[in-house]
């Protein structure tokens, strides 16, 4: 691993499994890392009370994140579900739509988020914005591709008048892959405080205990999460 940078780095940090990777990346590389979550009306709203556990969680457990791991920040973002139609933001069954994508797609929703972290990031002194997104294992949302975060890194830099870097470590990985990044950044821990803190499932459920975490088991988003640590743990095993 490359020596850290002395740049500052803003992560969206949902208290997701994907975004808790991207933090400990984070802490990994930059002198210091603050961290931004959205209050959007999503069914999933546990995942804002997880946030505070994995970040207590992380600064108990990694000393030597503990001392880079600043501020943490919510916005408000009530606008986004009054004007959405969605599955994420009103209960209603998972489904896909006549064009493609699942109805949990949120229009709009991470270049918001990202010209509003960016805001932020500008303020507070960080150059540096870190993502989860990826379109490798992924539910097929537009705003999670490559293209769209490399025209938003342009127009964000444009924009601020000041070079704006959008990290995304989990781009091109699969889920299997993240589990075996958070094993490589900080271990078994890493891995166990994911399981038992982070919060993936878009039905909010936290009443089920399954070996890759909690969640309604059935979602999207629980079955990429389950198929990515089975196929993590299959590896292991092949390994040895």
């Known amino acids: 691993m490359s020596e850290p940078s002395s740049r500052h780095a803003l992560v969206l940090f949902s208290g997701g499994q ?15 890392v603050e961290t931004l979550g959205f209050d959007y009306g999503q069914r999933h709203k546990v995942e804002l009370e997880c946030r505070q556990v994995v970040r207590r969680e ?37 489904e896909l739509q006549a064009n493609g994508l699942p109805n949990t797609f949120v229009p709009g ?3 918001l988020f990202l010209t509003f972290a960016a805001a932020l990031a500008y303020r507070r002194g960080a150059s540096v914005l ?26 964000l830099s444009l ?11 989990l781009m091109f990985l699969t889920k ?12 078994e821990r ?3 405080l994911i ?21 309604c088991g059935q979602c999207p988003a629980c079955e990429l999460r389950a198929q990515g640590f089975a196929a993590w743990r299959a590896s292991l095993g092949a390994a040895t």
């Not at 994907?18 to 210091?32: G, K, V």
């Not at 299997?176 to 271990?187: K, M, R």
């Not at 038992?196 to 909690?214: I, M, N, P, V």
């Open 18 to 32: 994907d975004s808790t990777a991207c933090l400990a990346w984070a802490l990994s590389r930059f002198a210091r």
């Open 58 to 94: 992380i600064a108990a457990q990694f000393p030597q994140w503990a001392a880079k791991l600043g501020d943490d920040h919510l916005l408000d973002l009530a606008l986004l579900g009054q004007i959405s139609d969605t599955a994420l933001t009103d209960a209603r069954a998972i």
């Open 109 to 111: 929703r991470n270049l």
């Open 130 to 155: 870190v993502g989860g997104m990826c379109e490798t294992d992924y539910s097929g949302y537009p705003d999670c591709r490559d293209n769209t975060l490399k025209a938003m890194q342009v127009a």
């Open 159 to 169: 924009g601020l008048d000041t070079p704006m870097t959008l990290e995304t470590p």
């Open 176 to 187: 299997a892959q993240t589990w075996e990044l958070s094993d490589q950044l900080g271990g």
């Open 190 to 192: 890493l891995n166990e």
């Open 195 to 215: 399981v038992e803190h982070t919060h993936t499932c878009y039905l909010g459920d936290r009443s089920q205990r399954h070996a890759w975490g909690y969640g």
